[in-house]
């Protein structure tokens, strides 16, 4: 009976010994984890590919804020990826919304930046405003995708967002098409909320104008060029961006001038129209 | 030869045919006779021969502790008898020659110290076998004639000679007084030739496994310990130690095989008294309470007898500093009792000190008897577990040890609690734990020194809070995450104990440990893992 009562007090400290499971240093379970695909790489791979979620705020003034925030990355890059969201967006990325009703939301919104870490640091080094080079070399980033974050209560419009992390799609800035009622960028697209599972595309083509995403300051300008509704021919600026329709009657153009890398960047557009049948007026830029 | 085992003790015979003639001019046995007491001080120089040889002529059986009781006669004469470690000289198992090359030594050292106009003392001490040709040493036989005459050819103003081995032919047992002789008292301190032997004519001088030694070398050492201060003047003189020698030899061996009566013989002239040791000087002395029983006092943890008290008597010994098992015999009864004087002082033994124990058990353990042989410690300390959630801790218990021989069984129960932090998470971790031990210890000076291996048994909980838990939660995230575990792994450690009486010791130990437990992945599942940890701790043990 002894015998038995120590055998059995022995088992109980081994099943003891190995029940539960303790957080270990390295414990930190993910807000949310999104997937992501690299869908076309014109490219070169490097080595140290790392993905950074830059939050953008907008500040009393108008300028964008950015602050970036490391992803843990769990990646059979080139190809397919997984980023794990472990901590909150920091504080100072936080804007508060107001409904319509008067009650706030805190959220935060923020890209994915797919960069070379060039220094090696672990980290997106953002750019001040005078800045003429970059540190860190981005790659990708999905386009018209943005992180949206939700505290608090959640916006009443639009719907479909949740408290915690959403994934949105953004609608997209189009161009003026020659010939159009107006010539200024134009919204297309509504914005919708994808489930956090969606599958997230990018392209890796390192193209320079992403490197704005990396400024951690910039003051929008509103864009420039037409006023009113319709086109009136007007003297093309040299340097400026030309579509022209096909028939060569109608076109539009848009001419940006950044003054550095993080600076304000504004766009002027202007457009032309003539009836097909009239002659091209001197300096018509269509041919 | 041979030997015989009575009332639990083996007695082994000493060489019987002794025959040395010594001749004694007078035999000083009053004190009046020395009516100014001259003590040892700056201007007496002590220089001692001490002697010992278990293995004897090829014909003599071996004895069993003619060494050590060499090797104790000599530290005592350096504790109490104020002889320096460089002029007590040591020969253990020699041959004649290297006891000759020893009084060689002494014979130049007293002279030089003659030279200086200072009084030399000599001391010689041998327990082996002997006869009346002389000591025999393994290697040959030291003639008696020789000895004698190497002796005197040392300068010394007195010499006080200790023989443990052997009988004398023709002489009466105990004090005789001799012939009278002229003496001239002289203002001098006393000159000339002592000699104290272990047995007369006829008879053998004994071992004893209670005593661990021979019967007459514990008197002496008793004696010269405390025992033999009749006066209680802090004083043990050649007369005082004969009478209590004598006295306490006879009435041992009375209840053994066979009886022993030493002998005194001396030739001696000028005044005063000759002062061998001074108890008073000890640091350290133990004293039991006043009555007729026996004390036998053995040194921890060596076992060996330090020396006998009889509490109707003498009832305090100087002993050197340290750990002492006090053995209590009184008619059948038997209760033993410890006291620590590892830090010196006195030690007053009373009868509630004393717990009975079987005579068998006594006897058949002697020194080593455990007393308390139980403990309990609290401890307190720090707690390292480097690469985990929880990197430091406190640590605090308490451990309960029962110590059998040199090993201890011991069994630690322990809070561990302290701030946890993961990646994601901060909170704290509080843990139970400890488990059974085994461990060994031994004694370094006044320190115990245990090493020992266990078991850790842990049990673990954790609550952790995300740093941001109020955003966490206006996001609809979980801001918290509890869990319990269990852990299990090998110890060892190393502990230190520092004696502060009779039952407390303080402590200071530091152990290693690694433990297994299961950890939870952050994106889901476990796996098992290995957590190294370290502790240190001090503590108070109470022994019981």
Known sequence: ?287 | MGSTRRAGQVVSMRKLSCRARWHVAVILVSACLFPLGQGFGAEEERLAVVVGANVGATEDEPLRYAESDARRFRDLLLELGDVRADRALLVLGGSPEDVLRSLTEVRGRAAEISRSGRRVLLFFYYSGHGDDDGLHLPRGTLPIAQLRAELLQIPADLRVTFLDACRSLGRAKGVQRGAAFALTATPDSPRGAVELRASSAGEAAQESEEYAGAVFTHFLISGLRGGADADQDGRVTLTELYSYAYRRTVLRTGTGPALQHPAFAAELAGTGEVILTRPARASATLEVPPGADRYLVFSIPSAAVVGEMLGGEISQLAVPPGRFLVARRSGANTAVATADLTWGGRRKLTDSDFQPIPREELVLRGGRLEVRTRRIEPRAGVEFAPGSAQSVAARAGAALSWALGSFDLELEAAYVGGNANTTGFNGTEQSVTGGPGLAWHTYLGRWTMAMGVGLELRYSWQHLTRPDSTRAAQAGFPTFQNSSFGSLGPRAGLRFSLPLGNHLAATLGASAAGLFHREQASLGGNHVVFRPILFATGGLGYAF
């Open chain 1, 1 to 287: 009976m002894r015998f038995e009562m120590q055998r059995a007090a022995w088992i109980a400290l081994g099943l003891c010994a190995g029940c539960g499971q303790a957080a270990g240093p390295h414990f930190n379970p993910p807000f949310a984890t999104l997937f992501g695909v690299i869908t076309s790489s014109s490219v070169p791979t490097p080595s140290e590919v790392r993905v950074a979620l830059v939050w953008r705020k907008k500040d009393p003034e108008g300028n964008i804020l950015r602050v970036a925030q490391k992803l843990g990355v769990r990646a059979d890059f080139p190809v397919r990826f997984r980023l794990d969201i472990g901590t909150l967006p920091p504080a100072d990325a936080m804007n508060v919304g107001m409904n319509a009703d008067g009650s706030a939301f805190h959220y935060a919104t923020g890209s994915l930046i797919i960069y070379e870490d060039v220094n090696g640091n672990g980290t997106l080094d953002l750019l001040p405003t005078d800045a003429v080079g970059t540190i860190d070399r981005v790659l990708g980033i999905p386009e018209h995708l943005s992180v949206f974050y939700v505290e608090s209560s959640v916006p009443r419009s639009p719907t479909g967002s949740q408290r915690g992390f959403n994934l949105r799609r953004e609608p997209a800035q189009v161009d003026p098409q020659p010939g159009a009622a107006t010539c200024s960028s134009v919204t297309v697209g509504t914005r919708q909320y994808l489930p956090l599972s969606s599958e997230i595309q990018v392209a890796l083509t390192a193209a320079p104008e992403l490197s704005r995403e990396m400024c951690a300051r910039t003051t929008p300008a509103p864009d420039g060029g037409c006023s009113g509704p319709s086109c009136f021919p007007g003297l093309v600026p040299p340097g400026a961006l030309v579509t022209c329709n096909p028939g060569g009657t109608a076109y539009v153009y848009k001419l940006c001038q950044p003054a550095t890398l993080c600076a304000s960047s504004t766009c002027d557009y202007g457009c032309g129209q003539r009836n097909p049948g009239d002659p091209a007026p001197p300096d018509w830029p269509c041919p």
